[in-house]
T-cell receptor
Framework: DAGITQSPRHKVTETGTPVTLRCHQTENHRYMYWYRQDPGHGLRLIHYSYGVKDTDKGEVSDGYSVSRSKTEDFLLTLESATSSQTSVYFC?????????????FGSGTRLTVV | AQSVSQHNHHVILSEAASLELGCNYSYGGTVNLFWYVQYPGQHLQLLLKYFSGDPLVKGIKGFEAEFIKSKFSFNLRKPSVQWSDTAEYFCAVKSWDAGNMLTFGGGTRLMVKP
């Protein structure tokens, strides 16, 4: 499979604590995305990046921040986790904006906020 | 607001039955269209995509989709499903008008009974 890994795979955290999820790619793709997947909502874009230090908000960015200091790493941070952020988080990469050849997805991080 | 709608949230079929999953979008202008599949416990994988040309697109595993511009639709079909097609299916649209990002529908969960 493509070189994209997410860590951790599972995490349980308490309300109010900060949480950072990591996405690491070895494909040297320019574009990276963070989505959350919730039943009935499909995948919703949280943030995306179009290069080192270049990021922008998606449709559900409130409560989340991102950083991309290196091409290969895209970090998603929940500054103060809330129960509504319990979800499965997927990272994706693409060579071209919007993924003309399709996105490549990571295996996901299942986050539970208690 | 621009959106992608998948009308069937859950579909149950018997093996060898024919499948059609609906997808409608509300974007104007030029669009690129995708279907992704997520098998249980796995990440999303690209099934097929449409950019231009023949509106009937063939993908992997015997799936096909038809783009009907006048109906803003991109329905997924398979003549004869197998138990191994049990998965969740997501339609996605990339529109220049929407910042070139992929927007996903809410997903359709397909269960194929042996």
């Amino acid at each position: 499979d493509a070189g994209i890994t997410q860590s951790p795979r599972h995490k349980v955290t308490e309300t109010g604590t900060p949480v950072t999820l990591r996405c690491h790619q070895t494909e040297n793709h320019r574009y990276m995305y963070w989505y959350r997947q919730d039943p009935g909502h499909g995948l919703r874009l949280i943030h995306y990046s179009y290069g080192v230090k270049d990021t922008d908000k998606g449709e559900v960015s409130d409560g989340y921040s991102v950083s991309r200091s290196k091409t290969e790493d895209f970090l998603l941070t929940l500054e103060s986790a809330t129960s509504s952020q319990t979800s499965v988080y997927f990272c994706a990469i693409s060579e071209i904006a919007g993924g003309d050849y399709g996105y490549t997805f990571g295996s996901g991080t299942r986050l539970t906020v208690v | 607001a621009q959106s992608v709608s998948q009308h069937n949230h859950h579909v149950i079929l018997s093996e060898a039955a024919s499948l059609e999953l609906g997808c409608n979008y509300s974007y104007g202008g030029t669009v690129n269209l995708f279907w992704y599949v997520q098998y249980p416990g796995q990440h999303l994988q690209l099934l097929l995509k449409y950019f231009s040309g023949d509106p009937l697109v063939k993908g992997i595993k015997g799936f096909e989709a038809e783009f009907i511009k006048s109906k803003f639709s991109f329905n997924l079909r398979k003549p004869s499903v197998q138990w191994s097609d049990t998965a969740e299916y997501f339609c996605a649209v990339k529109s220049w008008d929407a910042g070139n990002m992929l927007t996903f529908g809410g997903g359709t969960r397909l269960m194929v009974k042996p």
